[in-house]
């Protein structure tokens, strides 16, 4: 662990506007490096309640039938919501030794792979985890330029591989973001009922006007357009809460179907988003439908602007800030949305007064 981006800059000298030159220096440089020196407070165990079973085999649960499996990318950028998302995970559920964790990280950054198994270690001693390294350099010939640049980082996509990704004896996982929090058991979204040969559960958004996820060129060729016309009335979902029935996903090689829609998209330009249209061309209309309290989504604000979201009317059991905001950037630079004060009891980062105390 790297030692403490504090310096001999006290508290007092800022309070008192006394601070000298070199302390301003060493501000800014820890302000600039800070994304690398990130340190987190230690999460207390979170223990089973008595109707748990047990997992088998100790100590590798990687293959557990029994846990709840949980799919999430791990990168430095995105950290400090990641470690919130854990914790608000362990915290609510009722078996939080029974969730087993796969966390996906960019193959092309080794170092910070160490880096972030070291930082998950000392922050969650107790926490059963994998770690995939994903070959981001291989897939970021696929990606066109969105919208929004942060859409367009490799390890976005990276939920297009689970299912080559993760040892083929996990079966059904629960995928989720960097930018949310759960309030409520991880165990009941993650079971789910995927009926018939359905492969993803996500809550589904029938208001949200499907046709704005794709161009006009892409409505306006016939055989593009005919894509839903054989399924029931397809409606946005958002991938950043699924269920998904890894076994299924192999056996269609929906991770192929969407590779090629991703070469399509940098022909002829069908969407304007990032990994979300290719998931809404193949599985829009046949997902099964999660309540929509497991994804409040948009609380990031809108793409562009990033302005304060409300939470959809209805019960809450997930928090997600998707969208351009995100909680401890808003926090950080002291202009939080009404909503940020709900993620802000998860942060587990190291503050510089924690540091000093
Ligand atoms: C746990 O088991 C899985 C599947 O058999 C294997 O891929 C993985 O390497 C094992 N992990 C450890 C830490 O032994
Ligand atoms: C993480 O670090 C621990 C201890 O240093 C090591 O035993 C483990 O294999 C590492 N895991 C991964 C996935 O790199
Ligand atoms: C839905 O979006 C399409 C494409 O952006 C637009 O042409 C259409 O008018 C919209 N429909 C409604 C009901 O807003």
């Known amino acids: ?67 709840v499996h949980v799919a999430m990318t791990l990168d430095v950028a995105y950290l400090r919501g990641s470690m919130a998302a854990i914790l608000s995970i362990l915290q609510h559920t009722s078996c939080p030794e029974n969730v087993m964790f796969h966390f996906v990280t960019a193959a092309s950054k080794p170092s910070s792979a160490v880096t972030l198994n070291k930082t998950l270690t000392t922050t969650f001693p107790y926490l059963n985890f994998q770690m995939y390294p994903f070959e981001d350099d291989a897939v970021s010939r696929l990606i066109s330029t969105s919208i929004r640049s942060a859409l367009d980082t490799p390890l976005n996509y990276a939920r297009t591989y689970l299912s080559t990704l993760l040892p083929h004896c996990v079966t059904t996982l629960v995928y989720l973001d960097s930018d949310l929090i759960l309030v409520d058991d991880i165990a009941k979204l993650a079971a789910t009922p995927l009926p018939g040969q359905a492969v993803l559960a996500a809550p589904e958004y029938c208001s949200a006007n499907f046709s704005a996820y794709f161009t006009p060129s892409f409505w306006s060729n016939p055989s593009l357009s005919l894509t839903f016309a054989t399924r029931r009335r397809p409606c946005y979902f958002n991938t950043g809460v ?76 997930l928090l997600h800030w998707s969208g351009k905001g995100k909680p401890w950037a808003r926090l950080d630079a002291n202009r939080p949305c009404p909503l940020d004060a709900l993620w802000a009891p998860y942060d587990l980062l190291h503050t510089r007064s924690t540091l000093q105390a």
Request: net charge positive; aromatic share 14%.
């Open 1 to 67: 662990m790297a030692p403490p981006p504090t310096t001999k800059c006290s508290f007092f000298s800022l309070f008192f506007f006394t601070f000298t030159f070199p302390c301003l220096i060493l501000l800014f440089s820890t302000q600039a490096t800070s994304t690398q020196q990130q340190r987190f407070k230690e999460a207390p165990k979170y223990y089973n309640s008595p109707t748990c079973g047990t997992l088998k085999p100790e100590p590798n649960h990687t293959c557990s039938e029994k846990a």
């Open 242 to 317: 699924m269920v998904i029935h890894l076994r299924r996903w192999r056996a269609g090689d929906y991770t192929t179907v969407i590779e090629e829609w991703m070469e399509l998209q940098k022909r002829m330009r069908i969407y304007e988003l990032g990994s979300l249209p290719p998931f809404l061309l193949v599985f829009a209309g046949r997902i099964a439908a999660v309540d929509h309290r497991w994804n409040q989504h948009g609380l990031g604000g809108d793409n562009f602007r990033g302005l304060c979201r409300e939470l959809h009317p209805g019960p809450v059991s």
